[in-house]
């Protein structure tokens, strides 16, 4: 096992090396000159000039990449070529947010799925079932975009009970903040807890297909424990699975929430930055983003060896 989680990790290394390359190779080919966007259109020549020679973008491009990378692993990401100030500062407060937001929406949207597609796989082939089921695909394919813009129809244009615009300042207390992260949170757990959900009952449905759990039927073990204990614990592996994928899928819900709801997280970030050709802060967030997904993905591959049926059944403790 010790091995294979080795190996997973120099495997991971390896792509995130490659996904900085990637990162900073898709900066560099973005259209429009950096330091004319910077300066505007009615900037002089030679001032383009001048600026492009202080940003160093002169340079061949592998030897800019090399100092970007190691000044990241450093955690020097640079300065901001709008604000003059270190990266690593305008990312500290909106990263914070993201977590924030991203943690708080793990906290309900997991559970919560989890509950649901057991309870809908002990009440199999029911009404309930079958409508948790349409509703769960429903929901899976409804867009962030379109579930936070009715959200902020209903409860912040119609009803006045809720803020279109999620605003955190420093000194908002727990009742502002709450206030603030109800639609963005609300529109996020809606979805993850759909696609969660349905996978879950997706697994269970197939568990409870295998042949020791139609012996315990058999036995006469009542179903409620075979679902919430035997088969919920060999569905542990691939829940784990499912997920590290949902919750790297907020990577990508966020900046959608964020934009809508003009939340001042990392994706808000990311975008104002390339608006304005910002590359140091764009390739910032774009890695946070990228080794953020393979972090999880890794983990996920982890939890899931560790808690396979076939290798707990190998270990000795297992025998006593």
């Known amino acids: 096992m010790a091995n294979i989680i080795l190996w997973r990790l120099g495997a991971t290394l390896l792509i995130l090396l490659v996904v900085s390359l990637l990162v900073f190779w898709a900066c560099e080919i973005l259209p429009g000159d950096v330091a004319q966007v910077a300066l505007g259109q009615y900037a002089t020549p030679e001032n383009v000039r001048a600026l492009r020679l202080e940003m160093g973008l002169d340079r061949p491009a592998i030897q800019r990449y090399l100092e970007w990378l190691v000044g990241a692993l450093q955690g020097d990401w640079g300065r ?3 604000t003059k100030t270190p990266v690593s500062s305008l990312l500290s407060e909106r990263l914070a947010n993201t977590a924030l937001l991203a943690g708080v929406t793990t906290l309900i949207a997991v559970p919560l799925a989890v509950l649901l597609g057991v309870v809908t796989t002990m009440w199999n082939g029911r009404a309930f079932d079958r409508a948790a089921t349409v509703s769960f695909l429903a929901l899976s394919a409804t867009p962030e975009f379109l579930l936070a813009t009715l959200l902020v129809l209903l409860f912040a244009v119609n009803l006045g009970w809720l803020p279109a615009v999620a605003y955190l300042s420093t000194g908002s207390d727990f009742g502002q903040t709450a206030r603030a992260l109800l639609l963005p949170t609300a529109s996020l757990v809606i979805v993850v807890t759909a696609q969660i959900a349905r996978m879950t ?12 759990i139609e ?24 829940l784990a699975n499912v997920v590290a994928l949902n919750v790297a899928y907020l990577v990508s819900g966020v900046v959608v929430v964020e934009t809508i709801f003009a939340y001042p997280g990392l994706a808000r970030l990311m975008i104002d930055s390339v608006q304005s050709r910002d590359l140091p802060v764009v390739q910032a967030c774009a890695m946070i983003f990228c080794a953020t997904y393979v ?12 808690f396979d049926p076939h290798s707990l059944a190998e270990r000795p403790t297992d025998a006593l």
């Open 295 to 306: 972090v999880l993905i890794l983990l996920a591959d982890v939890l899931a060896r560790l």
């Open 201 to 212: 009952r997706a697994i269970l449905g197939s568990i409870l297909s295998q042949p020791y």
């Open 215 to 238: 012996m315990a039927v058999l036995k006469g073990i009542p179903r409620q424990r075979i679902v919430g204990y035997h088969a919920l614990r060999n569905a542990v592996g691939p």
């Open 80 to 82: 901001s070529l709008v």
